[in-house]
């Protein structure tokens, strides 16, 4: 496409929301202005892009808000865009409001949507990886993993006052669709006594063994990530059978990870990557995520996008040295 000839960009969040996502939206629609180009923001993902609910972005009004959490935008998860139905309802919208590109802002769920989307309709997407689960190939980071991290560790830090007033084993559930990124990270850094991510399977015997003999003075601390195979209640019934005596409770942080201000780095890289999605829109790129690998922007092809079930070898290192 000649990209001289894009005049209107459609943006819109789409699956969880997670922080960054406005200093993201703030970023596009700076660049884009600045490059004469109109952003109109569709609600609610990819509903909005059915339903044709559009609003006007202009930078001025988002500029104070690239410190606030969730979307402004609104997010959704649409069962109605799954169905090709959904999709050429979508195309009508972009044919009536003439939008010339699109931009989202999302995990590999809306990437998977744009791809099919792509089947129908012939305009550039660019995509943003906007999710606190940090389970996509093409960025080391996606938007909204690191506020999420600092948001569990907060929380677990008071969980372990408590847990050490009683002497008390205490599980912490933190999110993960299917990944154990935001538990080995958290886990990691706030001395966990055990952490149990999807893709490690060894960990748990390991575990058992250690809460067996545990009559300690001090709090026992275990993370689990929400897509643990063993799950958070049977891991819970587990310790119980090895040791009776325990008095153990379970805390699931849960939807409070995906709130709050986004962190320093959360804000600069929603700027960054908002930056760089239309940097590489007006070069040509087309069905390309924008993403950070070595601290530098790279591009992605959708199809190369799929979810990461990969923790890097250092990082398990870690996990065997002081997860388990
Ligand atoms: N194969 C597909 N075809 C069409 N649309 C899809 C497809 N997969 C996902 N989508 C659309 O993308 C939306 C977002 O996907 P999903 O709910 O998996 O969240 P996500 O983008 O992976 O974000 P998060 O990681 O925060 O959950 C879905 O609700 C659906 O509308
Ligand atoms: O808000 P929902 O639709 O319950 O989704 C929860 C899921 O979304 C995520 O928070 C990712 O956005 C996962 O970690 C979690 O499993």
Do not use: W
């Not at 070069?283 to 390309?288: C, D, I, K, L, Y």
């Amino acid at each position: 496409m000649n990209t001289n000839k894009i005049k209107h960009i459609g943006v819109f969040t789409s699956g969880g929301d997670s922080p960054g996502m406005n200093a993201a939206l703030y970023a596009i629609t700076k660049c884009a202005e600045v490059n004469e180009i109109k952003v109109s923001g569709f609600r609610k993902g990819y509903e909005g892009l059915i339903d044709g609910d559009l609003i006007p972005l202009k930078s001025h009004d988002l500029q104070k808000l690239v410190h606030q959490g969730g979307t402004i935008l609104k997010t959704a998860r649409s069962e109605r865009f799954m169905t090709l139905q959904g999709r050429e309802k979508a195309l009508q919208t972009l044919r009536k409001a003439h939008v010339d590109a699109l931009i989202a802002i999302g995990g590999d769920g809306t990437f998977k949507g744009l791809l099919a989307f792509s089947e129908i309709c012939d305009i550039p997407f660019i995509g943003i990886p906007g999710t606190i689960d940090n389970d996509l190939a093409g960025t080391d980071y996606t938007l909204g993993f690191d506020s999420a991290v600092n948001t569990a560790i907060e929380n677990i830090d008071k969980i372990r006052d408590t847990a050490e007033s009683h002497n008390r084993v205490f599980i912490v559930e933190v999110m993960g669709r299917d990944s154990g990124y935001i538990g080995i990270h958290s886990g990691l850094v706030v001395g966990a006594n055990g952490i149990l991510i999807p893709e490690s399977t060894q960990d748990l015997h390991l575990l058992l063994e250690k809460v067996k003999n545990y009559h300690s003075e001090d709090a026992f601390l275990i993370v689990v990530s929400e897509g643990d195979e063993t799950g958070t209640d049977l891991v819970a019934s587990k310790i119980k059978e090895v040791n009776p005596d325990i008095d153990l409770r379970i805390t699931r942080l849960g939807h409070v990870q995906r709130g709050g201000h986004p962190s320093a780095f959360d804000r600069m890289l929603g700027i960054r990557l908002g930056a760089a999605s239309i940097d590489v829109l007006l070069r040509g790129s087309e069905n390309v995520m924008v993403g950070l690998y070595n601290n530098m922007i790279c591009t992605t092809p959708f199809q190369n996008v799929v979810k990461q079930h990969h923790i890097d070898e250092e990082l398990q290192d870690l996990l065997k040295v002081f997860g388990s």
